[in-house]
């Protein structure tokens, strides 16, 4: 039987309270004309401000797994596990290219998810469906593990009754917490994550803050911080402080890949969409770098935990728990359950929205499109609440039924996996040069390719899908397999596109025009958009 921390978990319990609370209550916020249409229930009736948006999308992209894994990577490896830092910075202006033109065809044409875009600009009912389904598969292992980041939490505090408990007393707590969230995300929608997503970046903010200052003082400084990681990377003759001339093929291709991936996930374009301007997208890329700042010091945590001797001398450590134990050593007992909640929370606002994100995919692109086509939008919300239930159900089945090593794996082959819908989803943003079945085809050889370069790699933990680099075919270089299937992708859709308009293949209806693309206002080019016709 394990220690409980009792003062930890009571302010762990008092932040989780409080969040439930605001869960449930955040269907009275910015209370709809109409619950019963999926705009409001998953998108938040397209409502939301700058700072609303700007707290949501934070607390969408940087997750409890962000929080635990990051500073992880940095433990096990040194500098490689930095490379979520330039990452995030390469993304936002990258995505402020697109993202407001993908907001303004939304707006003008009610689009709920990237298939429906891709649906709706090709007029392609099989292309809509592999990004709808690419999306969801995506998705799934994500929510896993923020489930895992809670487990994390839990384990430390002491919960569950330990290793040699009865399985359900010790993944009771895991149970609750899952219970809240579901039962708060049926009930309030997007507004749920929306609200409580103020309350996580601030805990968030508030740890990184004191942790980055308070744990070096009582470590004796930056420098011995530096010097105990580098000579623990010296014994362990493996990581270091600076990159390897042989890793940086790697670390630049997982970071350029990583960016490009980033906002194809639908919990990342459901946070765009739910804004309630252009404007509101554009200020919102130009200010959430904020965010990699943050990333940055959470990072060096992972040095900290070894100056802190975490895991020291222990075989086979799980590096996952390093975070947590680090707190849980340094902290006052108190404002250790201030940390504990901020990952918790950190868990349950991206679950949610993930959650919400699959249901939308499903209910629009699935249900409405192949299976219902005659559904109502009380229909459609329906459907996806009953959904979003589902896929948390399946994403706990996943973290109680499978080796945690299993869903980090799957998480890194999703990012490989939406990787692929990129030429679909920005190429139609800027041209409509691409013809629909060559995308299909460049789609399917970038999923086939990674996938099985992905199911050879091998590591100490796993047989299969034990990494994400490979050799680059023609380059030699060992570099992110999701970006080389992503190259692959693409000369495939350009050179069958190339082939197609040679034979003149027809194309599919274009129900958009290029003022869609710049719109400030839906209502008004709604009512102006002329009916759909076919492409020339």
Same mark, same amino acid.
């Given at each position: ?7 930890a978990?009571?302010? %762990?319990v008092?932040?989780?309270l ?7 209550? +955040?269907?009275? #916020?910015?209370? !709809?004309?109409?619950?019963?249409h999926?705009d409001?229930w998953g ?7 700058t #700072?609303?948006?700007?707290f ?5 992209l940087y ?8 500073p992880? +990577? ?9 490379? +979520?830092? @330039? ?25 709920v998810?990237p ?10 009912? @099989?292309?809509?469906?592999v ?19 809670i487990? !994390? ?6 919960l569950?009754? =330990? ?5 359900f ?7 609750l917490?899952?219970? /809240? ?7 309030s ?7 409580i997503a ?5 805990l ?14 009582r470590? =004796? ?15 362990? *003759?493996?990581g270091?402080?600076?990159?390897p001339e ?8 997982l ?9 194809m ?6 946070g765009?969409l739910?804004?309630k ?8 890329m130009?200010?959430m @770098? ?14 900290? +935990? ?21 707190f ?5 007992d #108190?404002?250790?359950g201030?940390a %504990? ?26 249900? *409405? ?8 939008p ?6 996806? *609440?009953?959904v979003?239930l589902?896929?948390?159900?399946? $994403?706990?089945v ?7 090593? $299993? ?6 082959? =999703?990012?490989? #996996?939406?990787?692929q ?11 409509r ?6 995308l299909?085809a460049?789609w399917?050889? =970038?999923?086939g ?6 199911y050879?790699?091998?590591? @100490? ?6 990494g994400?680099?490979?050799e680059?075919?023609?380059?030699g270089?060992?570099?992110?397999i ?8 693409l000369?495939v859709? /350009?050179v ?5 308009r040679?034979v *003149?293949?027809?194309?599919?209806p274009?129900?958009?025009?290029p003022?869609d693309?710049s719109?400030?206002s839906g ?6 958009a ?7």
């Open positions: 039987m394990k220690d409980v921390n009792v003062p978990l009571a302010v %762990f008092l932040f989780f409080l969040v439930t609370v605001m869960g449930f209550l +955040a269907s009275r #916020w910015r209370r !709809a004309d109409d619950a019963a999926l409001e998108l938040g009736g397209r409502s939301f401000g #700072w609303v948006t700007w949501l999308l934070g607390g969408d997750t409890a797994y962000t929080f635990v894994a990051v992880a +990577a940095v433990y096990a490896t040194g500098a490689a596990g930095f490379f +979520a830092v @330039p990452y995030t910075i390469i993304a936002y202006p990258l995505v402020f290219l697109f993202l407001p033109r993908l907001w303004s065809v939304s707006r003008v044409h009610g689009y998810t298939a429906d875009f891709v649906r709706g600009r090709y007029g392609s009912r @099989p292309l809509s469906l990004v709808a389904l690419t999306g969801i598969l995506a998705t799934m292992p994500y929510i896993a593990l923020q489930l895992v980041g487990q !994390a939490v839990l384990d430390v505090l002491g569950g009754g =330990g290793a040699n408990a009865n399985w007393v010790k993944d009771l707590p895991l149970f917490a899952f219970g /809240v969230l579901a039962a708060y995300t049926y009930s929608g997007l507004r749920a994550p929306a609200l103020f309350v996580k970046d601030a968030v903010y508030i740890v990184i803050i004191v942790a980055v200052i308070y744990i070096p003082i470590l =004796g400084g930056y420098g011995h911080i530096f010097e105990a990681a580098k000579e623990h990377f010296q014994q362990a *003759k493996a270091g402080l600076t990159l042989n890793k940086q093929w790697t670390y630049a291709t970071g350029i890949g990583s960016a490009m991936a980033l906002f996930y639908p919990h990342s374009v459901t765009v739910a804004s301007s252009r404007n509101t997208v554009r200020r919102n130009a200010i @770098p904020a965010y990699s700042l943050m990333l940055g010091l959470l990072a060096l945590l992972g040095f900290m +935990a070894i100056a802190a001797g975490v895991g020291s001398g222990v075989k086979g450590y799980n590096s996952q728990l390093s975070v947590p134990q680090l849980a050593n340094m902290f006052p #108190w404002f250790t201030v %504990f909640a901020a990952i918790g929370i950190g868990a349950l606002v991206p679950a949610a929205i993930m959650s919400i994100a699959a249901a939308n995919l499903f209910t629009r692109n699935v249900y *409405k499109e192949w299976l219902k086509p005659a559904a109502t009380a229909d459609e919300t329906r459907v996806a *609440k009953l979003s589902l896929v948390k159900v399946g $994403a706990l996943f973290v109680l039924g499978m080796d945690k090593q $299993a869903a980090i794996n799957l998480q890194l082959l =999703g990012g490989l #996996w939406i990787l819908t990129f030429v679909a989803i920005v190429g139609g943003l800027f041209t040069w691409f013809h629909h079945w060559a299909f460049g399917a050889a =970038g999923m390719y990674g996938t099985w370069k992905a050879g790699l091998a590591s @100490p933990a796993t047989k299969h899908f034990g994400n680099a490979a680059i075919p023609g380059i270089e060992i570099g992110y999701g970006l080389t299937a992503f190259v692959l992708n000369l859709a /350009v069958l596109t190339l082939v197609l040679a *003149k293949a027809p194309d599919g274009d129900e958009t025009k003022s693309y719109a400030e209502e008004d080019e709604r009512e102006n002329p009916e759909p016709v076919a492409a020339h």
